[in-house]
């Protein structure tokens, strides 16, 4: 069953429709966690899209050798894979970069929304729609990762990107790990509200 | 009976060609990791020493790495310490408990291979005798000017708040403090994390060793003028008033953050206890060293 | 001299040969702990002691494991009435997390030394890790893992609560299992860059045994639950426990303690929040808010009550 869509509209999808952290509700963790500033999403989102996208199309090629049986396992194995191999890239060649985000790295063999994707996607169609799907997907993770720490960093700390824009801290409160929870839920409902309006002007 | 074939033999191709990739990728990292690291470390030491890149240190400083070790065990318990000599070989003198000298031999092993744990550890076994049990304690680096003792630096952990803080301490040759660097930590954002902010490290410069041993936390406000003394990057006070105001506060205690009064209490005490400790057992050694005259380039 | 007197005779030779071998034979120390105050330490010993000796701080060594050569300066020490226990204080307060190491010369009758360790209870430290891997460092609440699951299956309580169950005992199996691994099989041969493969290995195959096993043992237990095997492997929780004990050096125990309070912690944030979300069906909520964003800023307030535990220390 290959896709009809065209490969712009397949990274648009990962953006909008079909937006891993507010629309499909995965890999929450990170977004709570870590999206304290942009840079940090950023960097998290670069390295989910590298997982994704080389994961896709690894799956993608190989998806009539895999017995059905042990398809999550592969699954599995080769998203452990990428992990670890960018892992070891990423402590030796941007060491501040991985300081920062640790734990996390490792953790993405656990984001749902890569096993997600390759179960319903890449195990389907052919290496190309992979790519770009997975190009979407990370592109939408590392949207919704900046948008929130945005929303985080100015509020929090007065600051983008390490710059003082404000130059004072409104409310520390946003920078402390738990705000990633109130900061998700009001974001996702401000984009049901979005959908709603849209949904009303269609109509009207 | 096929099917479950065909299964593991899949699984296992699969297996291992991810573990060829990830092989592959090992190799070609690892060195540059382990060199990143090290590049972090001297660029923090020789901050902490108050070179940086606007003001390098002079060919004439030179780094000198001493490890320490327990040696022995129950009775025959004692300290073992892995020096440098002046003619490049490297020597493992041990001591008893009370600071008697024991035995002194050499140890085969390079310059290059000493930093790594893993090389040093085995070659001393081998020096001093298998039986032996040896447990790696520490590291100080010794930081001489033209072969006169400058400085120290001492490498760090003691519990904090959360968990464990790594930190990197210089003091110079009357162990007064030159300077505090947090290297790792896990307190928690905006309130324990500060520790690593220059208005609270840069409050331990200064501090002579007598101050140290006594060395407490106070739960009032950072005076105004101390804190642009400390921050003087951001207040851009003269080295002149910076270094008064460093005199002037000299024998204070150390002003604890705002909502962190446990984070600054566990970095002092951890000061506090590496600088006594490092203290009595330099003492110690250089007795040893200058009586058995053993040729030490510092 | 008759036989009452040989009698007598050969019991007090017995005795007196036999009285070394049995004083050395028992215990000398009965208990040993870090006083109330911070600069003390109570020794306990099983019999009366000489007086002169115990309060002589001359008589003492004593330094924290990690550091013998640096001597811990003893102020004074004072026997009780009963000439049983002793009060050591010393001149600066004591490290208590850390195990010091107390040696008392010429205490024993045979005036041999003795030496013993004193350090916070070994139980105390287990339960420690119980407690901050359930509550003070709550694995939703307090570290932001395993959310995807945790908002998928906090709806009911009955899902809540077999989920919490479920992955409770995978967690706890697979734990040990991975601690198996990491000591004996990838410390002794460096394989540590292979940590997350192994690890999320371990965990797979643990779902598959206990999905196998459950399915044949006990099948109206693998109705009630099997269906949530396979979420467990999702959720983040499930790896970073092994990685965490791996890079701690936990031992056995100690990894099992953290097993167990990482599971228990997730039933507790699955029970609190499944009974919320149940009440909050029939409240009235703004559309825009229903469903996930109502419930993330009910976490958000959860996760703000659990930061309370912060800094609790009970062992």
Redesign the interface.
């Known amino acids: 069953m290959a896709t009809d869509k065209t490969n712009l509209q397949l990274v648009v999808n990962g953006i909008l429709n079909e937006n891993p952290i507010f629309r499909l509700v995965l890999s929450m963790c990170p977004a709570v966690g870590i999206s304290t500033t942009v840079m940090n999403g950023f960097m998290l989102g670069i390295a989910v899209l590298f997982v994704q996208v080389c994961s896709s199309c690894t799956i993608a090629l190989f998806k009539n050798v895999i017995h059905p049986r042990i398809r999550i396992p592969t699954y599995t194995l080769t998203i452990a894979t990428w992990v670890t191999v960018i892992d070891m890239v990423l402590a030796a060649y941007l060491p501040e970069a991985y300081a920062k985000m640790g734990i996390f790295i490792k953790l993405i063999v656990a984001f749902a929304i890569i096993t997600m994707r390759l179960e319903m996607f890449a195990s389907k169609e052919s290496v190309n729609a992979s790519f770009w799907d997975g190009i979407g997907m990370g592109l939408g993770f590392m949207f919704g990762m900046m948008a929130l720490g945005f929303v985080r960093e100015l509020l929090g700390m007065g600051t983008l990107l390490g710059y003082d824009v404000l130059g004072f801290k409104p409310l520390l409160f946003f920078v402390l790990p738990f705000a990633g929870f109130f900061c998700v839920g009001l974001m996702m409902a401000f984009f049901n509200y979005v959908e709603i309006v849209y949904k009303r002007a269609k109509r009207a | 009976m096929k ?1 479950i074939l ?2 593991i033999f ?2 296992t191709v ?2 291992l060609l ?2 060829l ?2 092989g592959v ?2 190799i ?6 382990k060199h ?2 090290h590049v ?1 470390e001297q660029k923090v030491m020789l901050s902490l020493l108050g070179f940086s890149e606007k003001n390098p240190a002079p060919a004439s400083v030179a780094m000198h790495e001493v490890y320490r070790y ?1 040696v022995g065990e129950g009775e025959g ?1 004692g ?1 073992g310490y892995l020096l440098p000599l002046q003619d490049g070989t490297y020597s493992f003198v041990t ?1 008893d ?1 009370a ?1 008697g000298f024991v035995s002194q031999t050499p140890v085969a092993i390079s310059a290059e291979k000493v930093v790594e744990e893993g090389e040093r550890t085995p070659a001393i076994g081998a020096a001093i005798g298998a039986e032996k049990p040896l447990r790696y ?1 520490d590291q100080t680096i010794v930081v001489t000017n033209d072969g006169k003792r400058m400085a120290y630096l001492l490498p760090g952990r003691f ?1 904090g ?1 959360k968990t464990f803080i790594n930190a990197i301490l210089a003091v110079d040759s009357s162990f007064s403090i030159l300077g505090l660097e947090i290297m790792e930590h896990e307190e ?3 309130l324990g994390a500060e520790i690593d902010q220059e208005y609270f490290k840069n409050q331990f410069k200064g501090k002579p060793l007598e101050t140290v041993k006594k060395l407490e936390v106070v739960k009032t406000p950072l005076p105004e003028e101390y804190r642009k003394g400390l921050e003087a990057d951001k207040s851009g006070l003269g080295a002149e008033e910076v270094a008064r105001i460093q005199e002037q506060y000299k024998d204070n205690d150390i002003y604890a953050l705002t909502g962190a009064t ?1 984070s600054s209490r566990s970095v002092t ?1 951890g000061v506090k ?1 590496m600088v006594k ?1 490092f203290a ?2 330099v003492a ?1 050694l250089d007795r040893v060293l200058v009586e058995q005259h053993i040729a030490t380039p510092f | 001299m008759n036989m009452h007197g040989m009698r007598r005779i050969l019991l007090s030779l017995v005795l007196l040969l036999g009285l070394p071998v049995l004083v050395q034979a028992q215990e000398l120390i009965a208990g040993k702990s870090f006083g109330k105050g911070p600069n003390e330490i109570v020794v306990t010993f099983a019999g009366p002691v000489d007086r002169a000796v115990v309060e002589d701080p001359a008589n003492y060594r004593v330094y924290e494991e990690q550091d013998p050569d640096i001597k811990l300066a003893l102020e004074s020490v004072v026997l009780a009435e009963d000439q049983k226990t002793a009060t050591l204080t010393f001149a600066e307060p004591l490290n208590a997390r850390l195990s010091h190491v107390v040696t008392i010369d010429r205490v024993a009758e045979s005036g041999a030394a003795a030496t013993f360790k004193v350090m916070k209870p070994y139980l105390g430290y287990l339960l420690s890790i119980l407690i901050s891997a359930l509550l003070i460092n709550n694995f939703v609440f307090t570290k932001y893992l395993g959310l995807c699951v945790f908002f998928g299956t906090s709806k009911r309580k009955d899902t809540a609560k077999g989920m919490g169950l479920t992955f409770t005992m995978v967690m706890v199996v697979s734990a040990i299992m991975s601690w198996f691994f990491y000591q004996f099989i990838m410390k002794p041969y460096g394989l540590n860059f292979l940590q997350i493969v192994i690890f999320i290995g371990l965990v797979s195959l643990t779902v598959q045994a206990v999905d196998t096993v459950l399915r044949k043992v006990n099948p109206a237990l693998f109705n009630a639950f099997g269906v949530y095997l396979v979420l467990v492997i999702a959720n983040c929780v499930i790896i970073a426990v092994p990685l965490i004990l791996a890079d701690n050096e936990y031992n056995f125990w100690e990894s099992f303690m953290l097993a167990l309070g990482a599971g228990g912690g997730f039933l507790l944030a699955l029970y609190l929040m499944s009974s919320v979300r149940e009440r909050m069906e029939l409240a009235n909520i703004p559309t825009t808010f229903k469903g996930v964003p109502i419930a993330f800023i009910v976490a958000g307030q959860f996760a703000l009550a659990f930061l309370g535990f912060s800094g609790l220390t009970l062992f």
């Open positions: 099917n065909t299964i899949r699984l699969a297996c991810a573990g990739v990830m990728a090992f070609f990292t690892n060195k540059a990791k990143n690291i972090n327990l318990l300290m001591l408990l600071g304690a519990p708040f928690d954002p905006g446990i005490n206890a400790k009595y057992r110690i």
